[in-house]
């Protein structure tokens, strides 16, 4: 009779190559190391029992993962274009580009690591962690598993070491299992429910003024994009400290997929203002098309904005996979 | 860094660089090394190590009953192996416990279709029923340790069968012509 699977958990960090690829996951009773090159897997195993301590150094990890490609390649797609853009517009990209650029070597510069897992008999990086909010994540999930396995270090035996002056005596370990601790992270907070209401306000707003003429609605409109941009940026930046659960996270991420193909739709019509698009009986209906793209991307976002509602009202879930249960 | 203080402060400086390191040790990092246990000589009429006719055994392998001295034997999942189970990977249990390495069959079928449709699409007459056979015989082998759904492989046959019969059409489009030609 074949035994049951074990069942595994992803933890915080992934690695993704254009090639290779690592990632850390649980298991019942030790942490599985995978790397993969190609078609093929390599496992490494560290049981928890064995773990005697993980360091994160901070250096500069110039990483190119295959997400950040795929977006270079779609932000360069609208070169071809460039030839028709407004005169504004490709100094507009061009900052853009340099800003992201910078952001990104900041990021690799200042806010990298290499992590290591030591035990008595090895020393394995794991090139999965190599942002610091990653592998800060990582230790803070990790960390109560190991302590309810191996315990907890008794804190009079270093205070009394400290006082020796140097361990001459065998360091003693206190082998009473600990609960392992409660990392909560709020299922809400002011600025995601700032964000959610900047949702529900900006969808109600564009959805009605879509087809308005009057000059300030797009201002407005403008501005609360922006307001949207601000909430998911400060609810992704809450989630990375810790404070905001993974769901909102998630909801600040979908909300900016609707707002990024909508500045995609009109940059392409702007690209091409003369064409008409989907020329129907020989009416123009550009303007209609943008139109529609709007009540769409307004639709996600209202839809967004009862999703961030039920979030808020239902408040921390026993399931949140970011709360680990005694 | 004296261990009383690493088991304190959750910050270590790298003697070399200066770099301020973020430490965790965990209470296995102080336990003493545990004395290792010498096997003994066996006496007559004693049952001796498999490998090592003079030493006595102390325990019976849990695959293949091999006799084993304190050197021999391997606890491994809350068994007691000998040495050559362990390398060979015996027991049910291998699958689960012992793979140092899986390839991805699912992935392999997911990708040729795919790849051959966008690099060279004339060699998807011969990729989209090879993939359809692939997939059929591997459709079994294990996944990923990581990975449990057969999603690749469900993806990778639509795609083959699909091809396949685009091709299939083509042929009887074009023997059709062939044969209007003729007439």
Not at chain 2, 88 to 110: E, F, H, M, N, Q
């Amino acid at each position: 009779v074949t035994p049951p699977a074990e069942t595994y958990r992803r933890l915080p960090g992934r690695r993704r190559g254009v090639i290779t690829r690592a990632s850390i996951w649980m298991g019942s009773d030790h942490l599985l190391l995978v790397k993969s090159a190609w078609f093929r897997e390599e496992y490494k195993r560290f049981y928890l029992r064995d773990i005697q301590a993980i360091v994160v150094a901070p250096c500069a990890r110039f990483h190119v993962s295959v997400p950040i490609l795929v977006c270079a390649l779609l932000w360069l797609l609208p070169l071809v274009t460039v030839s028709l853009w407004p005169a504004g517009l490709g100094v507009v990209w061009v900052v853009a580009t340099l800003a992201m650029v910078a952001t990104w070597v900041s990021i690799s510069a200042a806010s990298s690591c290499r992590c290591r897992l030591y035990t008595a008999v090895s020393r394995d990086e794991l090139p999965s962690l190599y942002r610091t909010w990653t592998a800060r994540q990582f230790l803070n999930q990790v960390k109560p598993w190991i302590d309810r396995v191996q315990g907890v270090v008794d804190a009079g035996w270093a205070e009394a070491e400290r006082s020796n002056a140097g361990p001459a005596a065998a360091p003693v370990a206190a082998r009473s299992p600990q609960p392992a601790a409660r990392i909560a992270r709020r299922s809400h907070t002011l600025a995601s429910d700032l964000f959610v209401l900047s949702l529900f306000v900006g969808a109600l707003v564009d959805l009605s003024v879509v087809r308005s003429h009057v000059a300030i609605w797009p201002k407005v409109t403008t501005c609360l994009s922006l307001a949207q941009l601000a909430g998911a940026i400060a609810v992704m930046v809450q989630h990375y400290r810790g404070v905001l659960s993974s769901a909102m996270n998630k909801l600040a991420i979908a909300a900016l997929v609707p707002m990024g193909v909508m500045l995609y739709a009109q940059a392409i019509a702007l690209s091409f203002p003369n064409i008409d698009w989907l020329n129907v009986n020989g009416a123009a209906i550009s303007l209609s098309w943008i139109a529609v793209t709007h009540q769409v991307v307004d639709g996600a976002g209202l839809l967004l904005g009862f999703i961030g509602a039920a979030l808020i009202l239902r408040g921390g879930s026993p399931h949140d996979p970011d709360i680990i249960k005694d | 860094l004296p261990l009383w203080e690493l088991a304190t402060a959750d910050a270590a400086a790298c003697t070399s660089c200066g770099s301020r390191n973020t430490v965790r040790v965990f209470p296995t990092l102080f336990a003493a090394p545990a004395a290792p246990q010498l096997p003994e000589a066996a006496l007559e009429g004693e049952a001796a190590c498999f490998d090592h006719p003079a030493k006595r055994a102390v325990a019976a392998c849990h695959q293949c009953g091999r006799f084993m001295c304190p050197l021999c034997s391997v606890e491994f999942d809350g068994q007691v192996w000998c040495p050559s189970c362990v390398a060979a990977g015996r027991g049910p249990r291998k699958a689960i416990v012992l793979d140092p390495s899986r390839t991805l069959y699912d992935s392999i079928a997911l990708a040729v279709p795919i790849l051959s449709l966008l690099i060279m699409w004339p060699v998807t007459v011969i990729t989209g029923p090879a993939t359809l056979v692939f997939s059929a015989m591997e459709w079994k082998r294990p996944l990923s340790l990581v990975r449990r759904s057969r999603w690749r492989f469900v993806v990778a046959i639509l795609i083959s069968f699909a091809e396949t019969a685009a091709w299939l059409w083509l042929l009887i489009y074009w023997w059709q012509r062939f044969r209007m030609g003729r007439s």
